[in-house]
């Protein structure tokens, strides 16, 4: 039995402000409360003795599951328990993550990562029983026993992963195992957060800025393109100093999710990582073949961007300047406001819990030194409430942040109030298109709400921008997990200079690098390092696959189409209750076709065809 924490991150990793509040600078109303977990780390310690100590009770379990009241024991036991281990581990984590350089609160989190090891060894014999046991008596009990009803999913998952589960004694040193399986991670995690000596550079403005990964984030978007181009340089120089340590960190996470394919009789890396959650792997390659097959649009926008910003050359470090400029900023609460604004389409109810969630300190807003980059929600502790990491920069990326995570916050919240524990604990298949749905809707009420021609063409323009990293640039990511999985699935062990080759190949092809439509340089191609989520073990291809899907339902949503809406949030409140490509059939997508993905190239299509109609009507020196 795994733990599976429905902790999601966000697809712009990294967010920053030109001065981080220092720790306790921002108003307390701005920080998430932990204490609604635990009152202080002294009650975090007793509840983690405690549940380290009612582990002991599940090896009694073992070999007595052969009759329904038996079983319903047992689950109840150990469904109980894991409730609790993720209670632990989410409280230490979020701790953790306020400020990485506290030695305390690192050693909280491991403590948490055993105990977690501690269970999944401890129940390492549940899944072996219940196939020996059989589908037959297993749907007896069921019948006997209506207490078992909220297992039925669990169960259903356990008898069809037959083929994919070994003896008690081949999975207890499996679980063993997952003590270690994290080092990778972990590893670089501690490097990039506090080890790696981060460059400073100086802008043309006279001002010296410091590139660390937060600092990268916001100066790459500078106007001044040669600012620009010295951003990039510096930045990539400081990670090409580590690329063999990261090269040799990210063949172990490799070699670690091969190792899982294997023991488990998958045949490859993808096999193993699709399996968990009956994902058809008919999706991930759809998504990559229609992907490249619409390689054309993402080569006309960049065409686009060049004409936008007035280059002929354009290259790399030209990605993320705003096409149109634009002195709007967004204070915190109207980004509270713009949020709930856009989110009407959903109802009152939906409106009513993202009010909650802002008066109640769900959020921890603003960034500081220390605290870990980006942007997640954890939604793992049942019986409290979600609560997200964010780092506020008064922009409209931050806005669309806030949508997107409120979207998971509001995804676990439903299924957490409308589903038992055992099928609330949604997979991230599903999860992403909570997001990115609430995205949809904040672009469309900008654009709506636009005062003239270039405020919307500055909206419009975000959103082509969105479709572009979350499409075609995650895409462009799982095509690369993909081929370097493929190489030590077949045997070779991969370096630093080797993902370099490979990300080069892959990056170079989705920007059009040989057609000359946008020049990659060498030295840019160590960003493979830079992206945490090739540690997560298949997960970036779901961003991609969840903005189709969400954008088609997001679309009939905003058309009041009938019963769209209840599609909608039904697929929210029903957590796990189903796998997530059934769950997404029932709301009307089916991403295993080309449908999702040739109408958000259509719908990026129609964006620029409407940019270059605002733009032919502009005065000729201003197109």
Same mark, same amino acid.
């Given at each position: 039995?795994?733990?599976?924490?429905?902790?999601?991150?966000?697809?712009?990793?990294?967010?920053?402000?030109?001065?981080?509040?220092?720790?306790?600078?921002?108003?307390?109303?701005?920080?998430?409360?932990?204490?609604?977990?635990?009152?202080?780390?002294?009650?975090?310690?007793?509840?983690?003795?405690?549940?380290?100590?009612?582990? +002991?009770?599940?090896?009694?379990?073992?070999?007595?599951?052969?009759?329904?009241?038996?079983?319903?024991?047992?689950?109840?036991?150990?469904?109980?328990?894991?409730?609790?281990?993720? =209670?632990?581990?989410?409280?230490?984590?979020?701790?953790?993550?306020?400020?990485?350089?506290?030695?305390?609160?690192?050693?909280?989190?491991?403590?948490?990562?055993?105990?977690?090891?501690?269970?999944?060894?401890?129940?390492?014999?549940?899944?072996?029983?219940?196939?020996?046991?059989?589908?037959?008596?297993?749907?007896?009990?069921?019948?006997?026993?209506?207490?078992?009803?909220?297992?039925?999913?669990?169960? =259903?998952?356990?008898?069809?992963?037959?083929?994919?589960?070994?003896?008690?004694?081949?999975?207890?040193?499996?679980?063993?195992?997952?003590?270690?399986?994290?080092?990778?991670?972990?590893?670089?995690?501690?490097?990039?957060?506090?080890?790696?000596?981060?460059?400073?550079?100086?802008?043309?403005?006279?001002?010296?800025?410091?590139?660390?990964?937060?600092?990268?984030?916001?100066?790459?978007?500078?106007?001044?393109?040669?600012?620009?181009?010295?951003?990039?340089?510096?930045?990539?120089?400081?990670?090409?100093?580590?690329?063999?340590?990261?090269?040799?960190?990210?063949?172990?996470?490799?070699?670690?999710?091969?190792?899982?394919?294997?023991?488990?009789?998958?045949?490859? &890396?993808?096999?193993?990582?699709?399996?968990?959650?009956?994902?058809?792997?008919?999706?991930?390659?759809?998504?990559?073949?229609?992907?490249?097959?619409?390689?054309?649009?993402?080569?006309?926008?960049?065409?686009? #961007?060049?004409?936008?910003?007035?280059?002929?050359?354009?290259?790399?470090?030209?990605?993320?300047?705003?096409?149109?400029?634009?002195?709007?900023?967004? &204070?915190?609460?109207?980004?509270?406001?713009?949020?709930?604004?856009?989110?009407?389409?959903?109802?009152?109810?939906?409106?009513?819990?993202?009010?909650?969630?802002?008066?109640?300190?769900?959020?921890?807003?603003?960034? =500081?030194?220390?605290?870990?980059?980006?942007?997640?929600?954890?939604?793992?502790?049942?019986?409290?409430?979600?609560?997200?990491?964010?780092?506020?920069?008064?922009?409209?990326?931050?806005? &669309?942040?806030?949508?997107?995570?409120?979207?998971?916050?509001?995804?676990?919240?439903?299924?957490?109030?409308?589903?038992?524990?055992?099928?609330?604990?949604?997979?991230?298949?599903?999860?992403?298109?909570?997001?990115?749905?609430?995205?949809?809707?904040?672009?469309?009420?900008?654009?709506?709400?636009?005062?003239?021609?270039?405020?919307?063409?500055?909206?419009?323009?975000?959103?082509?921008?969105?479709?572009?990293?979350?499409?075609?640039?995650?895409?462009?990511?799982?095509?690369?997990?993909?081929?370097?999985?493929?190489?030590?699935?077949?045997?070779?062990?991969?370096?630093?200079?080797?993902?370099?080759?490979?990300?080069?190949?892959?990056?170079? =092809?989705?920007?059009?690098?040989?057609?000359?439509?946008?020049?990659?340089?060498?030295?840019?191609?160590?960003?493979?390092?830079?992206?945490?989520?090739?540690?997560?073990?298949?997960?970036?291809?779901?961003?991609?696959?969840?903005?189709?899907?969400?954008?088609?339902?997001?679309?009939?949503?905003?058309?009041?189409?009938?019963?769209?809406?209840? #599609?909608?949030?039904?697929?929210?409140?029903?957590?796990?209750?189903?796998?997530?490509?059934?769950?997404?059939?029932?709301?009307?997508?089916?991403?295993?076709?080309?449908?999702?993905?040739?109408?958000?190239? &259509?719908?990026?299509?129609?964006?620029?065809?409407?940019?270059?109609?605002?733009?032919?009507? #502009?005065?000729?020196?201003? +197109?």
């Amino acid at each position: 039995m795994r733990i599976i924490r429905n902790t999601v991150l966000l697809v712009s990793v990294i967010l920053s402000v030109p001065s981080p509040a220092a720790r306790g600078a921002e108003p307390e109303q701005d920080r998430w409360n932990l204490a609604d977990i635990y009152p202080t780390q002294d009650a975090w310690r007793e509840a983690k003795d405690a549940v380290m100590t009612s582990l +002991k009770k599940i090896p009694s379990y073992q070999g007595r599951l052969d009759d329904s009241k038996s079983l319903k024991e047992a689950l109840d036991t150990i469904f109980g328990i894991q409730k609790e281990v993720q =209670r632990v581990y989410s409280y230490a984590s979020m701790l953790s993550d306020e400020d990485t350089r506290i030695d305390r609160h690192a050693q909280m989190r491991e403590e948490a990562d055993l105990l977690e090891s501690a269970f999944a060894e401890r129940t390492s014999f549940l899944n072996p029983e219940l196939i020996a046991i059989g589908e037959t008596k297993i749907q007896s009990f069921l019948r006997a026993e209506p207490g078992l009803g909220i297992y039925k999913q669990f169960l =259903r998952n356990a008898l069809r992963q037959a083929p994919h589960t070994r003896s008690s004694e081949v999975e207890q040193v499996v679980a063993e195992v997952s003590r270690v399986a994290g080092a990778p991670a972990n590893v670089r995690r501690t490097l990039v957060n506090a080890d790696v000596p981060w460059p400073s550079v100086t802008l043309s403005d006279g001002n010296e800025v410091r590139l660390d990964p937060a600092g990268y984030t916001k100066y790459r978007a500078v106007l001044n393109r040669d600012d620009r181009k010295r951003v990039f340089d510096t930045f990539w120089q400081a990670w090409k100093a580590y690329e063999r340590t990261l090269g040799v960190s990210l063949n172990s996470q490799l070699a670690r999710d091969h190792f899982y394919a294997k023991v488990r009789h998958y045949p490859n &890396s993808l096999a193993s990582a699709l399996g968990a959650n009956n994902i058809p792997e008919a999706i991930y390659r759809t998504l990559v073949k229609e992907t490249r097959a619409n390689l054309g649009t993402l080569h006309r926008y960049l065409k686009l #961007r060049a004409r936008m910003l007035e280059v002929d050359d354009l290259a790399y470090y030209d990605i993320y300047p705003p096409l149109i400029k634009t002195e709007l900023t967004y &204070s915190l609460p109207q980004a509270k406001q713009l949020s709930i604004a856009c989110s009407r389409p959903l109802g009152e109810e939906y409106i009513s819990v993202m009010r909650k969630g802002f008066a109640a300190r769900w959020v921890d807003f603003h960034p =500081r030194p220390g605290k870990r980059s980006g942007a997640y929600m954890n939604g793992s502790v049942y019986d409290v409430h979600p609560f997200m990491l964010m780092n506020y920069n008064h922009d409209l990326e931050s806005v &669309s942040t806030l949508v997107h995570e409120f979207g998971h916050a509001l995804h676990s919240h439903l299924a957490n109030t409308n589903q038992p524990f055992p099928t609330a604990d949604y997979a991230i298949f599903v999860a992403e298109i909570a997001s990115t749905s609430n995205e949809s809707l904040l672009i469309d009420h900008v654009i709506k709400n636009a005062k003239n021609d270039e405020e919307k063409l500055y909206y419009l323009g975000f959103n082509l921008e969105g479709i572009r990293g979350t499409f075609f640039r995650q895409t462009m990511f799982a095509e690369f997990e993909l081929k370097v999985h493929d190489l030590v699935d077949q045997g070779e062990a991969l370096t630093g200079a080797r993902f370099t080759e490979i990300y080069k190949d892959i990056l170079r =092809r989705y920007h059009g690098h040989d057609e000359g439509v946008m020049t990659i340089d060498d030295a840019y191609t160590i960003e493979w390092a830079y992206i945490p989520h090739f540690y997560y073990n298949f997960y970036v291809y779901q961003y991609a696959t969840s903005i189709a899907g969400g954008s088609l339902l997001a679309a009939d949503i905003l058309d009041g189409k009938p019963g769209a809406r209840d #599609r909608y949030l039904n697929l929210l409140r029903a957590g796990a209750s189903k796998y997530p490509h059934d769950l997404l059939l029932d709301a009307g997508v089916d991403l295993t076709t080309p449908r999702p993905y040739r109408a958000l190239v &259509s719908r990026m299509n129609q964006v620029m065809d409407e940019i270059e109609t605002i733009l032919e009507r #502009r005065p000729s020196s201003a +197109k």
